[in-house]
C-alpha cells in the first residue's frame, strides 16, 4: 500500500488554498463535457476533499469518491456526508461496480511512487468504467512547471475563517521526482499554529503515459490546458488534461 502524499496533518487547511470563484468555473467545465457524453455517475480518484464531486454532485450527477487517506476523507464528509466515499488506493482498488465517468484531477496519479504503479492505475480505471465510459485525468505539466518555480518560494497570505493564514511553497526536482513543500502558519486568536507538508510528484514522461493511456484501450477526445478549457501549450500551460473514452 501507498503511504505516502496523505496529507495527514494538513487536510484541515487544504481548502484554504482554493478559489472557490475557480472551482465553481471548473465544475462547469467538468459538468458540460460530461453532460455531452450523457454521464450520469461518477468516481472521483484521489477526490481529497471533495471540492469536485460537491460541486458535481449539485450540477445533478451520482458522485462518489475515492481517496487513500482519511484526513482528507473526513474533510469531505463534513461537506456532504451523503456522498458515497471509499477509503482505498487507487492502485489497487476494487468497488463492484462500474462508472460512467471517472475523473482524476489537481495531479492525483502523480503522487504515486512510480510509473508501474501509474498503469496499475490506469488499467484499473479502465475496468471501472462502462463502454464508452469518459476519463478526465488532470495532470501538471512538469515541464513548464519545473522551467518557471524550481526552487523558487511562493509566498501566500490571506484570511481564513476566524484567522489568518501565511503559507510558502517551495518546489524542487530532484531526480525523477518533483518535491513540493508546502509549509504554512495558521494565527488565530494571537495563537499560532505551524505545519509542514512535502507533496512528492513522479516525473514522467508525457509520451510513455499517453502510449499506456492508448494501449489500455482509451481514445484521446481532447487535450486541454485548463480545467476552465484553455488550449494546451507545452510552453504556456501548467496543466495537462485528458478527455479520454473507454474504447468498448
Ligand atoms: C493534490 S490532492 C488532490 C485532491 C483532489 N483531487 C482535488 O483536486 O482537490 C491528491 C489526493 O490524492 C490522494 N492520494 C495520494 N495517493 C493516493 C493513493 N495511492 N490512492 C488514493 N488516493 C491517493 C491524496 O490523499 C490527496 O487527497
Redesign the pocket.
Known amino acids: 500500500m501507498?503511504k505516502?502524499?496523505?496529507?495527514h496533518d494538513t487536510a484541515k487547511y487544504?481548502d484554504f488554498l482554493?478559489n472557490k470563484k475557480r472551482i465553481s468555473k471548473e465544475v462547469n467545465f467538468l459538468a458540460k463535457h460530461l453532460k455531452k457524453a450523457k454521464v450520469r455517475t461518477i468516481l472521483?480518484?484521489?477526490?481529497?476533499?471533495g471540492?469536485?464531486i460537491v460541486g458535481l454532485k449539485k450540477r445533478g450527477f451520482d458522485v462518489e469518491g475515492?481517496?487513500?487517506?482519511e484526513s482528507?476523507l473526513k474533510e469531505a464528509r463534513k461537506k456532504d456526508p451523503k456522498i458515497k466515499l471509499y477509503q482505498?488506493?487507487?492502485?489497487s482498488f476494487k468497488i463492484s461496480k462500474k462508472y460512467d465517468s471517472v475523473i482524476?484531477?489537481?495531479?492525483?496519479l502523480a503522487?504515486?511512487p512510480n510509473f508501474s504503479l501509474i498503469k496499475k492505475t490506469l488499467k484499473n480505471i479502465f475496468n471501472h468504467l462502462t463502454p464508452n465510459g469518459i476519463f478526465l485525468l488532470d495532470l501538471s505539466n512538469h515541464s513548464m512547471e519545473i522551467e518557471k518555480y524550481n526552487n523558487i518560494p511562493k509566498h501566500i497570505s490571506g484570511k481564513i475563517p476566524k484567522g489568518k493564514a501565511n503559507f510558502t511553497f517551495l518546489s524542487t526536482k530532484k531526480g525523477n521526482k518533483w518535491k513540493q513543500m508546502w509549509s504554512g502558519e495558521i494565527i488565530r486568536k494571537r495563537k499560532k499554529t505551524k505545519f509542514k507538508e512535502l507533496?512528492e510528484e513522479l516525473i514522467y514522461s508525457p509520451k510513455k503515459l499517453e502510449n499506456s493511456l492508448k494501449k489500455i484501450g482509451f481514445t484521446t477526445l481532447k487535450i486541454y490546458g485548463s480545467l476552465d478549457g484553455e488550449k494546451f501549450s507545452k510552453n504556456k500551460s501548467y496543466h495537462k488534461i485528458y478527455l479520454l473514452k473507454k474504447l468498448k
Not at 44 to 49: L, M, Q
Not at 104 to 108: G, I, P, R
Open positions: 501507498v505516502k502524499n496523505l496529507y487544504y482554493e472521483d480518484v484521489g477526490c481529497g476533499t471540492i469536485y475515492l481517496d487513500l487517506s482528507m482505498k488506493d487507487m492502485s482524476c484531477l489537481s495531479s492525483s503522487s504515486l507533496w
